[in-house]
């Protein structure tokens, strides 16, 4: 079988690019960084193809070259420059952060899942949102609202292939150490999580501390109230 990894250059793309090889599995890897991509991609002993996710013609190309995939993990996303309130952000950061978070997803699914379907084999999809994507924090700039997008895009995918062969499976991490947050887990336990995710055919949050936190901003919002900044729960 053959993985196909967005983002893999770097991060959790590249812990799960490190974990998939550990299974043993056949990867394609792709980022818009060539030069660590081509570095990541001699190591692991994978085929690099340099793209852009915000390009629906590059991810086409992609899905072509990678007929027998059964594992496509889109994940590549940024941060934008300006983490300020809605207002503050410049229009150039709010077009780059959706079409990298969210185009870029979009442009994933429209090349790979007819593929899959068509292929009529058991396949998975692994779409990396973010914690940020089902809580508002705020001082995140266009990350935040993106990212919510991610999440209703991964919801509905899921929902809509519930009855195929094909699987989705929503990542939604807290911080984790990489190149877009210098606090956090290391990539390689949320990769970790992923893979059980995906095996076990689920969604994950994590880590479970702020499973709290997402619910108690649901309620305070259907309460009517302006929530304040959400915070993990230990039990
Ligand atoms: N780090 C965190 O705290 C955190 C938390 C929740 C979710 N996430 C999400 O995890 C995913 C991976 O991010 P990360 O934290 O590993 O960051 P990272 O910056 O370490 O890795 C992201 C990789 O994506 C690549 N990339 C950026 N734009 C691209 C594009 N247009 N096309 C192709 N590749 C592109 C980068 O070159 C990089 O290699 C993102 O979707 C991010 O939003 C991260």
């Given amino acids: 079988m053959t993985a196909v990894i967005t983002g893999a250059a770097g991060g959790i793309g590249l812990a799960l690019a490190e974990a998939l090889h550990a299974r043993g599995e056949q990867l394609l890897l792709t980022d818009i960084d060539d030069t660590?991509?081509?570095?990541?991609?001699?190591?692991?002993?994978?085929?690099?193809?340099?793209?852009?996710?915000?390009?629906?013609?590059?991810?086409?190309?992609?899905?072509?070259?990678?007929?027998?995939?059964?594992?496509?993990?889109?994940?590549?996303?940024?941060?934008?420059?300006?983490?300020?309130?809605?207002?503050e952000v410049p229009a150039e950061d709010w077009d780059r952060v959706f079409a990298v978070n969210v185009a870029g997803v979009v442009n994933g699914l429209r090349a790979f899942v007819p593929r899959l379907l068509a292929a009529g084999e058991p396949a998975r999809v692994l779409i990396t949102a973010s914690l940020a994507g089902l809580a508002v924090f705020p001082g995140g700039g266009a990350y935040g609202p993106a990212k919510h997008a991610v999440t209703a895009l991964a919801t509905h995918a899921a929902m809509a292939l519930a009855d195929t062969p094909v699987r989705v499976t929503m990542l939604c991490p807290a911080l984790v150490a990489t190149g877009i947050s210098a606090e956090g887990v290391p990539p390689s336990e949320v990769a970790a999580e992923a893979l059980r995710a995906m095996d076990e055919g689920r969604f994950t949050v994590t880590p479970p501390e702020w499973h709290g936190a997402v619910v108690r901003q649901a309620g305070q919002r259907v309460a009517g109230e302006v929530p304040g900044v959400p915070g993990p729960v230990l039990d």
């Fill in 36 to 87: 660590a991509l081509a570095e990541v991609a001699a190591r692991l002993g994978a085929t690099a193809v340099p793209a852009d996710v915000a390009d629906p013609g590059a991810m086409a190309a992609l899905a072509e070259r990678a007929p027998e995939a059964r594992l496509v993990c889109l994940n590549a996303g940024i941060l934008g420059q300006s983490l300020g309130a809605p207002w």
